[in-house]
């Protein structure tokens, strides 16, 4: 059964959305691909799991003392699409790819253009860190929770003094 509740992060609310034990979403207020509200569920209960954990877990990511995460997913996508985001899960923190080199990294080096559409759909953000690939000259390119997030988690990641916006 489909579950959800909303924390509070210095991108704005976060939604996390749980199935069977597992996450199956985080989404941001005004995500391009964020699908409806009718899709997550009840409310859940924030002290349950995985909610805790990942609550936990966020809240020490911003906090700067963690640069990953260990939260049981379960990433609802194509074949394709979950290479990508497996893809994703291996760049390490701090660092940025290209959608070409993520691309080779997943054994399809000609789909670069598949690779950004698949990780635009991304429905674990932050956690399944889509924010860290850009373009081939390293450009601020796409980002489904916007630019201007996605400057501040790299930035954050990069040790840069960053300040949290209005999102």
């Known amino acids: 059964m489909r579950t959800h509740t909303v924390i509070d992060s210095p991108v704005g609310p976060l939604t996390l959305v749980a199935d069977g034990g597992h996450l199956t979403g985080l989404y941001m207020v005004g995500q ?3 699908p409806g509200e009718e899709t997550f569920g009840g ?8 909610f805790a954990s990942a609550a936990g877990q966020l809240r020490a990511y911003f906090a ?4 990953g995460f260990d939260l049981p997913l379960r990433l609802e996508g ?3 699409q979950r290479r990508v985001w497996a893809g994703l899960l291996e ?3 701090g660092e940025t790819v290209s959608y070409g080199e993520l691309a080779e990294r997943i054994g399809s080096p000609a789909a670069s253009r598949a ?6 759909k991304n429905p674990v953000g932050i956690i399944v860190p889509c924010h860290r690939v850009v373009g081939a000259d390293g450009s ?3 980002y489904g929770g916007g630019i ?3 400057r501040y988690l790299l930035g954050f990641e990069a040790g840069a003094e960053v300040e949290a916006a209005l999102f």
């Open 140 to 142: 601020m390119t796409g």
């Open 115 to 120: 690779v950004g559409l698949a990780n635009g």
């Open 43 to 50: 409310p859940g209960d924030p002290g349950e799991e995985p």
């Open 32 to 34: 391009r691909h964020r």
């Open 148 to 150: 201007g997030r996605k």
């Open 78 to 80: 194509t074949d394709f």
């Open 91 to 93: 760049i390490p923190y």
């Open 64 to 67: 700067g003392e963690r640069t």
